[in-house]
């Protein structure tokens, strides 16, 4: 396996930087982890120390590397200020305990991307990027590499790193990795002739020439767009600013931009907000899990801080649980119940797309002064109207407001109306230790650029997801599809399904939001999973939202430790889940009908049992 999942998988460009790192910096069995923030370092240092007594701080060690100066800015009468640069910092550990790394890697999300990765594989080896305390004058400064008629051309990273220190001449370079062109590559005066697909490319200027305004107008663009104050698909950056804010379709009244917090995917926001919580409460205390999650959310809150109440069901009779510990008395009638941090929840949950009983939990968390999470991703805020249920919403942008599987992202939206609102605010507002804009420039124009047409994809990818989760619920062979409207929950969603939205065939079960794209199923006979699951004629893969429709065993690769565990929440090791993506209703349906083809084949052959 050479790549995967970035929160899983070190993208194979982190991989290069890391070991320029360890041998600038390493001695002999050393292992590094990589952040954009000093601070995000210091956490993860703590956490190793935390998960692993025999370790101290002086094991685990933070280098801290920062560009040289001004003067190596591209254009040398321009400062750093209006050019993008970026600090590192790197935690240095025993290579053997590896996977303690990796368990803050996937489950903070708080990693530097692959862009920033590339970018600063460059800086390091060009000497633009410095441990703090080395001088700066020192340094000597790499010659800008000539590019000839074109200003995008193939050539690469090196295989291996730089190993002498000696600085190396700039490559300009086109890479399947991002989608684009790497760092020091589009020049000011790039005739549009010159430029890869140029109506779409002009506004980015790459590398050490992408300046920091525009990266900030992409942000606010996207902001906007979350805000619902920018509604209709634009063709460009421009376009998005400069369309009029449509105060009328906001998600709410007194929504404001600065209400709205990037990250740079969404688990990152899930962290970062339980992580904010804490510190702004005194003494910490447990947090609630509300139904059957992705993995990392419910690792989150049992790994860092008190603890998690996990009910794992998410229905009716969790919600008499939860009840029952809010105002639970000891035995001798003192007390007011149990007193919690904050109740997470998805709406509706991934993989058993089950909505939980929101009006009881707002309720009951009103009455205990709980602050109420709630995920949106699988639902989204076309589909659903969450915001003013919760004191925050999280999000990854990753997944359906990206669409094209080559950004991460994630956002976190404090209601201004919610009695925890000033507490929230004060906590993601503060300078020691509150949000952190690590979100990589390059990354926010290519997250801008994929949502602009966010609006018109939903409404596709919603009417087919609806077809096929009726097909495949009418086959004697599927057992449960899993999918909103096709479960006993379906009123709980169907209780916030926003009234704005057109399906886009009009009208029927989906005027107004929809069910959104994602739907699971299981097989009477579980060895049937797999017969389907290898007929299907889609991509296969571990991450929802795209554009194409993505299939995955997600059991299989979610819980592959845990199956008897899972299986207790009703999550079969035979579920496949299916992302919908833009193919069309028609090419989708053949593509079931096949696999479902396949599966009565293996039957009559006697390969598939009955």
Partial sequence: MTNGYPRFFVHLTIRKLEREVLHRYGAENDATILFPSKRIANRCQKFF??????????????????PASAKSSADPGESLETKVSSSLSCVIYPSEYAGIA???????????????????????QEGRLLEVGVPAMSVPQAPRSGRGPRRYQRGGLPTNSSFDGKPTAPTATVTSETNGVSADVLEDDAPLSDLKESTQYIEERFGRNLNVQLAEKAKLAIKRRIAGTLTVDTKDLDSALTAPAETSSARMSGLKENDIYLFPCGMSAIFNTHRLLLSSSSPPKKSVCFGFPYIDTLKILEKWGPGCL???????????????HLSSKTAEGEGDGESYQA?????????????????????LCATHSVPLIIDETIGNYL???LLPHAAVLVSSLTKIFSGDSNVMGGCAILNPHSPHYPRLKAAFDNDNGGHEDTYWPLDALFMERNSRDFASRIARINDSALALAQLLARSPLVKQVYYPPLLPSRPYYDEYRATDVQSETGGGEQSGGGYGGLLSLTFRNPSHSSIFFDALNVAKGPSLGTNFTLACPYTML????????????????????????????????????????AVEESKRDGQGGQ
């Fill in 343 to 363: 109740l997470f929840t998805e709406f509706p949950s991934n993989p058993l797309l089950r909505s939980p009983p929101l009006a009881r939990l707002k309720h």
């Fill in 558 to 597: 979610a819980h592959y430790g845990e199956l008897e565990w899972a299986q207790g929440y009703g999550v079969e090791s035979g579920l496949v889940r299916l992302s919908v993506g833009l193919e069309g209703r028609e090419t989708l349906e053949a593509w079931v009908r096949e696999a479902l083809g």
């Fill in 49 to 66: 120390v935390e998960q692993c007594s025999t370790l101290t701080p002086a094991d685990v060690h933070v280098l801290h590397l920062v």
């Fill in 383 to 385: 589909n659903l109207s």
């Fill in 102 to 124: 990796k368990q803050f890697w996937q489950h903070s999300g708080d990693g530097i991307s692959s862009r920033r990765a590339e970018f600063l594989l460059k800086e390091l």
């Fill in 310 to 324: 996990f009910l794992g069901n998410g229905d009716d009779t969790d919600c008499d649980t939860l009840a029952s």
